[in-house]
């Protein structure tokens, strides 16, 4: 697939390493607070401490009126009074430069000891005074020791313990500023004795929970001698079987956090037990070396990964090609003019999205062939509970019959309007009846059939074009791929210099020939076509040549994607 310049299923993985650990801002947290609950009680007083490289930049503190009573047994821990605070700023007042604080260099990680803890307290603020939360990466102090300090080493890891253990010089005394300094001085000594095992970044140091093991430390080598550079890498064992196979930005770093102590999946620190080689496959772009992971994993099936290995094992929603159609759960794709709707990862995910048909179009049930459309069989028993749109007693004709199956084609191919009106007036209608229930399971049906549609009209799209050729800037060049009825043909990277015609001439004529087929996914599997798709559809990608026309339905599944993301409702900060 990567050319010469004259590069639902899937698989999720570890962040590919980022920020050293030396360039990282961080800003040490606490906060004194009324009580536990972050709903309920308020915060008393804030301490923070800017620290990079090493060395202090900056602290901010100050107390906080919480405009509640400070009880008694908060005095008497952390000796903050209901005099002290009365003549403090609300929270309203600091939250805007406690946020500004902690956003001021991009890319800060907030650190704190039981970081869930001052986390809550600070998402309930913003909710509460109308502020975003700004979602910076955390790094939890009190997980680190659990995860880095052997048993024996310490009682317990309480932040005096641990300031204790480290020998900070401040003493933790349930005051912010006091508080936050010593956890300054943990955090440091957390992160010398990660050091050793492999941990270099902030990615790195957010993914411990445990110590490497001893087969992890002794497969370190392994990583050597990998080039810096995207593509794939294949963990093998001592017979060359595929163990594992993942892909990254680059190779080298990724393939190195698997023996440190920023891997801490099960599975694969078990797989350090068997592996003995890696074999890299340098891809040419990201979007390569995307593709060609779901390929080699759909290929060899390799035993540790989990996801991707049976893209095969899918459902479909299929309008069968009779004279009196039906809806039926199928398993592949055949070329019979036939419109599908998913696929989906489970049959019965499938059955609701043909429930939703069903309920929406008087389409039979039964499995009978209609030729002629009258049988002389008895009716079923759908028929006769009014379940079945089976023309059974022929009392209605062919043309009739046609007209319903022509609707649940449009709905399923085009415009799913009917099937939405139909499920959100009976929704709507139940709740009123307060038969939660009977709503719910209406609302899965139709959740079901959105989605599944909305899939098959996306990749249909691509599916139908003969030939794309498109490029986004990357950090080398324009990044260019070729893309025939939905798969990846060809990649490159066109370098500053390069004649642009000559390149793109080379890139089309030794791209793979794609013939187009029936279906969706006539050629690629649906998690690589919707890889694709993500790629042509990025704004920062540009069309350059098109072959065909690249159109959706006017009033597609998408129209209705508010549906397939139900809001589950809760309580806000009091």
């Known amino acids: 697939m990567s050319q010469p310049q004259t590069r ?18 961080f800003v040490v947290l606490d906060l004194e607070t009324t009580g536990t609950s972050a709903t309920g009680a308020r915060i008393t007083e804030v301490g923070a401490v800017r620290v990079r490289g090493g060395e202090v930049v900056d602290e901010f503190t100050t107390l906080v009126n919480p405009g509640v009573v400070v009880p008694a047994t908060i005095t008497l821990l952390t000796g903050i009074t209901q005099s002290m605070v009365a003549t403090a700023p609300p929270m309203e007042e600091v939250l805007p430069d406690l946020l500004e604080y902690l956003c001021r260099d991009p890319g800060t990680a907030l650190v704190a000891h039981n970081a869930s803890f001052d986390t809550g307290f600070l998402k309930a603020a913003c909710e509460r005074h109308g502020h975003p939360w700004p979602a910076p990466p955390v790094v939890d102090t009190l997980r680190l020791a659990r995860a880095v300090l052997g048993r024996g080493e310490t009682r317990n890891h309480k932040l005096g313990t641990l300031a204790a253990f480290f ?14 300094r010593a956890t300054v001085d943990v955090l440091h000594g957390l992160i010398d004795r990660l050091g050793p095992m492999g941990v270099h970044s902030l990615e790195e140091l957010r993914s411990v929970t445990k110590p ?93 990964n989990r996801r991707s290995r049976h893209p095969e094992r899918v459902h479909w929603v299929k309008l069968t090609a009779e004279a009196f159609p ?56 759908l028929a006769q509970l009014g ?40 929704i709507r209608e139940m709740s009123e009846q307060l038969r939660y229930e009977e709503a719910a399971a209406l609302r899965d049906r139709l959740t079901a059939f959105l989605r599944g549609a909305g899939r098959s009209q996306r990749l249909a799209s691509l599916a139908a074009l003969p030939h794309v050729v498109a490029a986004r800037p990357g950090p080398l060049g324009w990044e260019t791929a070729v893309v025939r009825h939905g798969r990846l043909a060809a990649s490159a990277v066109l370098r500053p210099g390069t004649d642009p ?74």
């Open 8 to 25: 639902e299923g899937v698989q999720t993985s570890i962040a590919d390493l980022g920020t050293p650990l030396a360039e990282t801002t």
């Open 167 to 180: 020998g900070t010089p401040v003493t933790p005394n349930h005051r912010a500023l006091d508080d936050a």
């Open 212 to 304: 490497p093991t001893r087969q992890q430390i002794a497969k370190r080598h392994l990583a050597e001698g990998l080039p810096e550079a995207p593509g794939v890498y294949v963990f093998t064992d001592a017979n060359g079987a595929g163990l594992y196979v993942g892909k990254s930005k680059n190779l080298r770093h990724r393939v190195r956090t698997y023996f440190t102590a920023a891997e801490n999946r099960q599975r694969i620190r078990e797989m350090a037990g068997v592996v003995e080689g890696v074999t890299p496959i340098v891809c040419a772009t990201e979007l390569e070396a995307s593709v060609r992971e779901l390929r080699l994993i759909a290929e060899r099936k390799p035993p540790y």
């Open 326 to 381: 039906r809806l039926s759960v199928v398993r592949a794709i055949k070329d019979d003019g036939a419109p599908y709707l998913g696929p989906y990862t489970s049959p019965k995910e499938a059955d609701r999205a043909r429930e939703a048909l069903l309920a929406a179009f008087p389409l039979r049930q039964c499995t009978h062939t209609f030729d002629p459309p009258r049988r002389t069989v008895e009716p079923c028993v």
């Open 387 to 426: 379940r079945c749109g089976a023309p059974c007693d022929g009392t209605e004709s062919r043309a009739a019959y046609t007209a319903h199956a022509d609707a649940a084609r449009e709905a399923m191919t085009g415009d799913p309007a009917a099937v939405v009106d139909t499920h959100t007036a009976r």
């Open 501 to 574: 015609e000559a390149f793109l001439a080379s890139l089309e004529a030794t791209a793979e020939h794609v013939e187009p087929g029936p279906g969706p996914v006539p050629r690629a599997t649906a998690a690589e076509g919707e890889l694709v798709l993500e790629w042509l559809t990025d704004p920062a990608t540009r069309l350059v040549r098109l072959e065909g026309e690249w159109t959706c339905p006017l009033r597609s599944a998408e129209a209705h994607a508010e549906m397939t993301h139900w809001a589950h409702g809760r309580a806000p900060a009091q």
